[in-house]
């Protein structure tokens, strides 16, 4: 529940920041200015896929390795990790360093404002502050794998949201885009060094350096590390891709409301990804001392608060759809009934498959499911292209009905086989919607019944 409410400030913050920075960028520096900033700072932002997972994936086996009382293990994979991701790090600052002085980036992000010394200045100061991430996702490993995966995930949370209010600071007192880059790389900097000395005083064991680092251990992780990086590419084809393949159909204006039309539908998401982030390293802990009835509890647990939530959200988001939709767009757009039902089954579906991947994700048992859902969302491009002159819109809808559907059926049936868990027993317990109250219902223990249950 700690694990749950830190996560869920997480949407907190993005919303927060959404709203408070957005009217101050154009008041300060008007549309042109701040929309040059967006498509500087979202150069560099694609470095942070260049860790290539390890990130994710040392956080997982290191906590299984606490979870079987290994802490030699966690620390020989934490320093692995480290060494690597920050000797990637350096080489792209290093050629950072050297391409932003040399390539005509001006002219290629078509830009007439930030040019001149200004622009090589700004990019490389926020790729610095991007591979800085890197150190960041294992300060956040160490949390979570001696069971302060809520703390840490709390103060990375307030760090995001000191890192924007700061640049809104330097805003508002007439700020440049240098020194606004400037003021989000000093207040990363100096939140990776209190988060350091925070998980070194609640972790004393896990530390810094080289001493314990092997490249066996790089090479173990290395499989599990690489097909990790097939979902933010099936990602991007999901969204992405099919935004293009319905502009590309149907044209601009079906892919407005294609687009809002997905982001209604899916707001019932928002929760049920908290609840998966919130049980992911209870898993890993799990798997990793051997708890096989826990690790199976933990998974039908959040399937079945993931399952109702999204369902039950999905009533009233069918019934008020189209009254939200004229409320939300001012009625510029018009609602398409039959893609908005598809694709609220489309968010059901993901909703379970999703929350029944945390356990193979959470234990390095994800390169199978990782590949299909990548093969999958190739398949869906086309076969909307098939179905769209046929079904409009809905036929891009189908085509991501058939993906959830494919991704489903994998991913449930690896996490059961992983867990040893059957279908028959864990399709039975989804439609029991008693665990979620207890959850939510949890009283304090004495503490002879906790040392009992324990």
């Not at 089954?345 to 993901?350: D, F, G, K, L, S």
Request: one cysteine or more.
């Amino acid at each position: 529940m700690r694990g749950f409410g830190a996560s869920a400030l997480g949407p907190v913050v993005t919303t927060v920041i959404q709203i408070i920075s957005v009217p101050v960028f154009l008041h300060y520096w008007g549309a042109s200015l701040y929309g040059e900033w967006l498509i500087v700072s979202a150069v560099p932002s694609y470095l942070a896929l260049t860790d290539f997972g390890f990130g994710s994936v040392a956080a997982n086996d290191m906590t299984m390795q606490v979870g079987k009382q290994d802490r030699d293990g966690a620390l020989q994979t934490f320093q692995s990790a480290w060494l690597l991701t920050t000797s990637i790090s350096l080489v792209f600052v290093s050629l950072a360093a050297f391409a932003v002085g040399l390539l005509p980036l001006a002219r290629w992000l078509h830009l007439s404002l930030l040019t001149g010394a200004h622009l090589p200045l700004i990019l490389f100061l926020l790729v610095t502050y991007v591979l800085l991430g890197f150190q960041g996702n294992m300060i956040s490993a160490g949390f979570r794998c001696d069971g302060n995966f809520a703390l840490g995930t709390l103060c990375s949370n307030f760090t995001r949201l000191a890192e924007v209010l700061g640049v809104i600071a330097v805003i508002t007192m007439r700020g440049t885009p240098v020194e606004a880059a400037a003021a989000m790389l000093a207040i990363r900097i100096f939140g990776n060094l209190a988060l350091q000395a925070l998980l070194r005083r609640k972790t004393p064991w896990l530390h810094y350096g080289v001493s314990h680092a092997s490249w066996s251990v790089v090479r173990r992780l290395w499989t599990p590390a690489i097909a990790y990086m097939a979902f933010p590419a099936g990602n991007a084809l999901n969204y992405q891709g099919m935004l293009l393949a319905v502009g590309a159909m149907l044209g601009p204006v079906p892919v407005v409301v294609f687009s809002a039309l997905r982001t209604l539908a899916r707001s019932s998401t928002q929760l049920t990804a908290v609840i998966q982030s919130a049980v992911w390293p209870e898993l890993s802990r799990a798997h990793g001392a051997s708890d096989h009835n826990m690790a199976r509890t933990l998974h039908r647990y959040s399937c079945q608060a993931s399952l109702w939530i999204s369902g039950g959200a999905a009533i009233p988001l069918a019934l008020l759809g189209s009254r939200v939709l004229a409320l939300w767009t001012h009625g510029k757009i018009a609602m398409d009934t039959p893609a908005y039902l598809c694709l609220l089954v489309v968010a059901i579906i993901n909703s379970l498959w999703s929350s029944s991947s945390v356990a193979l994700l959470a234990t390095n048992e994800h390169g199978r499911v990782a590949v299909i859902y990548l093969v999958a969302n190739c398949i869906s491009i086309p076969l909307a292209c098939l179905l769209m002159p046929v079904l409009n819109l809905s036929g891009a809808a189908v085509a991501m009905m058939g993906t959830e559907l494919i991704c489903c059926w994998f991913v449930v049936r690896h996490s059961l086989a992983l867990l040893d868990d059957s279908f028959a027993p864990f399709f039975a317990s989804m439609g029991n919607i008693a665990p979620i109250f207890s959850m939510l219902l949890l009283r304090p223990r004495s503490a002879a019944a906790q040392a009992e249950l324990e």
